[in-house]
Structure formats: structure tokens, C-alpha cells
């Protein structure tokens, strides 16, 4: 999944020369929390809503409301920005993209494309739009999650199940993380499952793999398999 497909690509910028009180109210009107700063049309910095407030705090102590709007009206983002910011192509993928951000512990990045120029900002947000499409959230219905043996056909053998209920699958997702030697873990979203018929799926999906939870969204009930993580 690519970075083009999930930016936000209404970018709104402003330029170094500006003053940290039209930051303030350009974050506030368009409820953004980052800025790409511009000279000339090229990216030179981000200023974030964390900047704005650490300069506050170290610049407006001790100054009464007026004073405090004057100060922020003469700061100029040039000297609150973080220059030569991190940036993404947008033929990075979703996946790197959260990776970078998880390492700098920075919540988003400006898109740049060849050339130098923003085409779009990809955000915390942005990645956690993407984590429930994955998921298939949004059809919310049964999440199963199992621990199968890492060998051709294991997941068939779950998917077959729900099929032969007429069930839906909304996401198959599947991990090796902090799984034994010759495991993974899968994590199978189904909807369009009769009520009557998910007791009978469930037993069948355990005879073939050890189940670590389940959770119903349509009764928000939650079964924790003895053992069973789920991670």
C-alpha cells in the first residue's frame, strides 16, 4: 500500500517568513497539528503544534494575555521550525513510512515527490485509517484469531470452514511475532455468519488450530483462549 493512496493531499503550508501566530491559526482553522514551512516554493521545514508550545513556554513566561499575542505576532516560524525535515516519497509504502515515524518518534511527515515539491502529508492518522482497512474493521463482525502451524494449506483449512457457512471474510492478516519455531498467527475478520451456526464454525475452526481469542463486535463479546495471547 503506497503513500499516494493514503496521504492527505490537500497540503496547507506556510512560509518561513510568517509569524508563529498565523501557525496558530492556520493549525486551528484546518485542525492540523503540522505545517510544511516553504522559501520559493521549496520544503525547508515543518513546524508542529508541539514547536508553537514549546516556544510559548520558553519565550511568554511571566507576560500578561496582550503582551503573550504581541510576542507570538513577532516570532517568525523560521527560527521555531525543524529545518531539513524527514520526508516520503509517494512511492514509499504505508509500512516504511509508520516505521520512520516509530523511529523519530515524529507523528507525520510532508510527501515530496521529485523535484522538491509537497504533494501531501501523511500523519499517525493517516496510518491508523490504513490499519482498519487492513483489518476490515469497518464491516466489524467476528474476529478469530488462531495459532496454525507454519505449512502450506493451513489457512485454507479455517477459510474452507467459514466458506462452507456461506460466511464473508473481511481481512486476512497473519504474524510471526513472538510466535514459537514453526508457528504463525492468524487473524481471520468474518461477517454474514448466522447466529445459529456459530457455535458449530467455532468448534470446527478449533479442531483444526489453536485458537487464541475471539471477539464478536456485534456483542462486543470477547473469549480469551487459555494460553492465548493473540499479539
Known amino acids: 500500500m503506497l503513500v499516494r493512496n493514503w496521504m492527505s493531499k490537500k497540503v496547507v503550508t506556510i512560509e518561513e517568513k510568517d509569524s508563529m501566530q498565523h501557525a ?22 515543518v513546524v508542529s503544534d508541539t514547536d508553537l508550545k514549546r516556544a510559548s513556554a520558553s519565550d511568554a513566561t511571566m507576560l500578561d494575555v496582550h503582551e503573550m499575542l504581541y510576542l507570538i505576532s513577532k516570532i517568525k516560524i523560521k527560527d521555531i ?12 509504502t504505508v509500512e516504511e513510512t509508520a516505521e520512520l515515524l516509530l523511529e523519530h518518534k515524529i507523528s507525520g511527515v510532508p510527501v515530496v515527490e521529485q523535484g522538491g515539491r509537497v504533494v501531501g502529508m501523511i500523519t499517525r492518522d493517516d496510518l491508523f485509517k490504513v490499519l482498519i482497512a487492513l483489518s476490515g474493521l469497518g464491516k466489524h463482525g467476528i474476529q478469530f484469531a488462531f495459532q496454525v502451524e507454519d505449512r502450506a494449506g493451513t489457512i485454507k483449512e479455517l477459510t474452507d470452514v467459514i466458506r462452507n457457512h456461506n460466511g464473508k471474510l473481511a481481512s486476512i492478516l497473519s504474524s510471526y511475532e513472538g510466535v514459537p519455531a514453526g508457528f504463525r498467527n492468524v487473524y481471520l475478520r468474518i461477517y454474514d455468519i448466522p447466529r445459529e451456526d456459530l457455535p458449530v464454525l467455532q468448534a470446527e475452526m478449533q479442531a483444526r488450530a489453536k485458537m487464541l481469542y475471539v471477539v464478536d463486535h456485534r456483542d462486543n463479546r470477547r473469549e480469551i483462549c487459555d494460553g492465548g495471547s493473540g499479539a
Open 81 to 92: 521550525m525543524t529545518k531539513d525535515p524527514l520526508t516520503v516519497s509517494p512511492d514509499c
Open 24 to 45: 496558530v491559526s492556520l493549525m486551528r482553522e484546518h485542525q492540523i497539528r503540522m505545517l510544511p514551512v516553504l522559501r520559493r516554493g521549496k520544503l525547508v521545514g
